[in-house]
């Protein structure tokens, strides 16, 4: 059982009753999930609910590809429903209203046909508009291809190529989940796109114009993620997060590699053009954050939330140059900014009464390792043991950093909670 507090508000509820609402419960787990929430937290938050409904001896099982639930009502009846969660895309407007509604279902408990009539409207609500998607593209693309070093011309060529993949990602999504395959072709056009262009003259450099396009694609976040859920003990969870962006990753390097060896002859890659971020520090805060305010549009955050998130990516990459240079290194300075960022993704989840999910995952974009664990997985696919050994190191000592510095403020606000401080609970 779930040993949070919660306002409880028993309702008596006939057999056939109780099974209609566990039935939306469990699909309205299934879409937070879906919608990028985390596994723990949406855990949580079906305890929370069915706590509410007054369900007893409730016994939930929440992993990022299947939820079970088996809870019993007030007349003695049990029951054991099981949600396979279909994959899904990030939407965090989605996810910040779904959150919410769960928070007042807990408390304010109501019948099944209210229940699902809410539910399906919040499900049925209008999609991100195409132009949206394709502006967030080309801010993410072409931000963090100058964060890591694109000139002017590498820029244009990242935005061209950065639109295409949003165009061509949005169709192919339809029909095509697996990782894999949806990241091989993705990149790979777009690296056919790339050399194209560098050849003809459009660009520079391959190499940082690639890791600008490969940010919209590379699951950093959700290796993060994995690695914050085998911290929380959620092994499962974590296991399975972590598989998902090693294939991901894989996908890319292939298909980044292909055309490389297919055009080896033009002689227009160099290895030193990997994962060099922008000398200039105030480009790199400036580009950091318009990427990152890019990368709350391509994740569908709401708009009155998209400047929070822009302000905390500022925030986050500016403490990371500050720490950097008093210390050198990169571990303390990805803990000090992680543990920033999870501070403020606290403080404004409270401002807005939106998840801190939200603000945390688009704001510490700039630490994320995605470019580490793109190239460990390009070594691992071309035999290239040395960069893949160098780049697993930095891919797990960051993520490290990343999740030890989130769970030290998680800890601190779980303190003030259990000291009586007046911290409202915001999943």
């Known amino acids: 059982m779930c040993d949070m507090p919660v306002r409880k508000t028993l309702v008596y509820m006939a057999s056939s009753e109780s099974e209609k609402i566990l039935n939306t419960v469990l699909d309205l787990g299934a879409a937070l999930i879906r919608c990028g929430a985390d596994t723990h937290k949406t855990e949580k938050h079906l305890y929370r609910i069915c706590a509410g409904y007054g369900f007893k001896d409730s016994n939930i099982w929440v992993i990022p590809s299947n939820i079970q639930a088996s809870t019993t009502d007030q007349e003695g009846n049990?029951?054991?429903?099981?949600?396979?969660?279909?994959?899904?895309?990030?939407?965090?407007?989605?996810?910040?209203?779904?959150?919410?509604?769960?928070?007042?279902?807990?408390?304010?408990p109501m019948g099944s046909e209210e229940l699902r009539r809410v539910y399906d409207r919040i499900m049925n609500s209008r999609p991100q508009p195409l132009w949206i998607f394709c502006l967030a593209g080309i801010l993410g693309g072409v931000g963090f291809g100058i964060f890591f070093n694109c000139d002017v011309m590498d820029a244009l060529v990242t935005g061209i190529v950065s639109l295409i993949v949003a165009l061509l990602g949005r169709r192919l999504s339809r029909f095509e989940k697996n990782p894999?395959?949806?990241n091989f072709i993705l990149s790979f056009v777009s690296e056919m796109l790339i050399l194209l262009c560098v050849r003809a003259g459009f660009g520079h450099h391959?190499?940082?114009?690639?890791?600008?396009?490969?940010?919209?694609?590379?699951?950093?976040?959700?290796?993060?993620?994995?690695?914050?859920?085998?911290?929380?003990l959620d092994t499962m969870s974590g296991v399975l997060k972590l598989t998902e962006s090693l294939l991901g990753a894989a996908g890319i390097a292939v298909g980044i590699g292909l055309p490389l060896f297919i055009f080896r002859s033009w002689g227009i890659t160099s290895p030193g053009e990997m994962m060099m971020v922008n000398p200039s520090h105030a480009l790199s805060l400036i580009s950091g954050t318009i990427g990152c305010i890019g990368f709350g549009l391509w994740f569908n955050v709401k708009w009155k939330h998209v400047p929070f998130c822009g302000i905390g990516a500022f925030i986050t990459w500016g403490v990371y140059l500050?720490?950097?240079?008093?210390?050198?290194?990169?571990?303390?300075?990805?803990?000090?900014?992680?543990?920033?960022?999870?501070?403020?993704?606290?403080?404004?989840?409270?401002i807005t009464r939106a998840p801190s999910t939200i603000f945390m995952s688009v704001s510490v974009y700039p630490l994320v390792p995605g470019a580490a664990l793109y190239y460990m997985m390009n070594g691992i696919v071309f035999a290239e043991t040395d960069l893949a050994f160098e780049k697993c190191i930095s891919l797990f000592s960051t993520c490290f950093a990343i999740v030890l510095g989130i769970m030290i403020v998680e800890v601190i606000v779980r303190c003030i909670r259990k000291a009586g401080g007046k911290l409202p609970t915001i999943e």
């Open 78 to 108: 049990t029951y054991t429903m099981i949600r396979h969660v279909r994959s899904g895309s990030t939407d965090y407007s989605r996810l910040a209203e779904l959150n919410d509604f769960a928070r007042k279902l807990s408390k304010t």
């Open 180 to 182: 894999l395959i949806y």
């Open 206 to 232: 391959t190499g940082y114009i690639t890791i600008g396009v490969v940010m919209l694609l590379i699951s950093g976040i959700g290796a993060t993620n994995g690695f914050k859920d085998l911290m929380h």
């Open 322 to 350: 500050l720490i950097s240079s008093l210390t050198g290194g990169s571990f303390l300075p990805v803990l000090g900014a992680s543990a920033v960022c999870a501070g403020y993704a606290q403080l404004i989840a409270r």
